[in-house]
C-alpha cells in the first residue's frame, strides 16, 4: 500500500501522485489517467488507453439506454 495526501489547490481537493506510483502507473505529468469505481466503493486508477475509453464509452451508452432494466435487474 502506497500512502498519499490530499491537499487543496484552488477551489479543488488533489491527490499528490509520487514517483513511485507514476512508475507503477507507466505515467508522467500531463497524461490522462482514468478513474473507475469497483462496485465495492474502491477506486482504480488506470493509465490512459484508448480501448479502455472506447469500451467506458460504449458502456455509458449502453446504461444510459438500458437504465430502467438494469435498475430492475440490480
Known sequence: MIKTR?????????????????????????????????????LRVMAHDPSVAA????AEVVMDENRDLLQALA
Request: charged letters at 25%.
Open 6 to 42: 490530499i491537499r487543496k489547490v484552488g477551489n479543488s481537493a488533489v491527490m499528490t501522485l509520487t514517483t513511485e506510483m507514476l512508475t507503477i502507473l507507466d505515467a508522467k505529468e500531463g497524461d490522462t489517467l482514468f478513474v473507475v469505481r469497483g462496485d465495492d466503493g474502491s
Open 55 to 58: 469500451a467506458l464509452a460504449a
